[in-house]
T-cell receptor
Framework: LAKTTQPISMDSYEGQEVNITCSHN???????ITWYQQFPSQGPRFIIQ???TKVTNEVASLFIPADRKSSTLSLPRVSLSDTAVYYC?????????????FGRGTSLIVHP | EADIYQTPRYLVIGTGKKITLECSQT?????MYWYQQDPGMELHLIHY???????EKGDLSSESTVSRIRTEHFPLTLESARPSHTSQYLC?????????????FGNGTRLTVT
């Protein structure tokens, strides 16, 4: 299973762009990279996923370099409501089973 | 918005009691999962199911059991609750098929065993 490494915490201010990088050195050829957001006392919510290059939706962008050993979630112009924990997942298929595995996540605090 | 429901939202119960945490989804998803999460910590997969009558244990050993008699329902049971079971339990589902589809989570059950 591909293991991910993210910063434990980040701080930002309203209106700034936030970039959270995730390392996944042993990502396999068929693995996808997926990001989730979790607010306190709630379940995680899917934000974005990608395989390579750049993916953008109405919430965020995901940048994946050619070697796919890392990925960067970019949140444009954050607000206080973006304060949450962000999880990077590498979705692996192991031995015929499908195991979505979460790491510690990055706790983002947005200040006024 | 995903339709996956967990009840109860909060549960405080004494040691030795039998409890069942309910999870239901109305999306017709084949795959369902139970995760356990302590405050400030990562989510650990404890059970998953790929369809009716299919259940598997996850990467974190758990004394709980699950059943999948109906597609939409995936309850988790603790036969005898202990303080070490105090945690948040999150249920999730995803679509069938080859490859990956995003997980849809419920809001969880926060269990406290006294």
């Amino acid at each position: 299973l591909a293991k991910t490494t993210q910063p434990i915490s980040m701080d930002s201010y309203e209106g700034q762009e936030v970039n959270i990088t995730c390392s996944h050195n042993n990502i396999a050829t068929n693995d996808y990279i997926t990001w989730y957001q979790q607010f306190p006392s709630q379940g995680p919510r899917f934000i974005i996923q990608g395989y390579k290059t750049k993916v953008t939706n109405e919430v965020a962008s995901l940048f994946i370099p050619a070697d796919r050993k890392s990925s960067t979630l970019s949140l444009p112009r954050v607000s206080l409501s973006d304060t949450a924990v962000y999880y990077c997942l590498v979705v692996s298929i192991s031995g015929g089973s499908y195991i979505p595995t979460f790491g510690r996540g990055t706790s983002l605090i947005v200040h006024p | 918005e995903a339709d996956i429901y967990q009840t109860p939202r909060y549960l405080v119960i004494g040691t030795g009691k039998k409890i069942t945490l309910e999870c239901s989804q109305t999306m017709g998803h084949d795959k369902m999962y139970w995760y356990q999460q302590d405050p400030g910590m990562e989510l650990h997969l404890i059970h998953y199911s790929y369809g009716v009558n299919s259940t598997e244990k996850g990467d974190l050993s758990s004394e709980s059991t699950v059943s999948r008699i109906r597609t939409e329902h995936f309850p988790l049971t603790l036969e005898s609750a202990r303080p070490s079971h105090t945690s948040q339990y999150l249920c999730a589902s995803s679509e069938r098929g080859i490859g990956y589809s995003p997980l849809h989570f419920g809001n969880g059950t926060r269990l406290t065993v006294t």
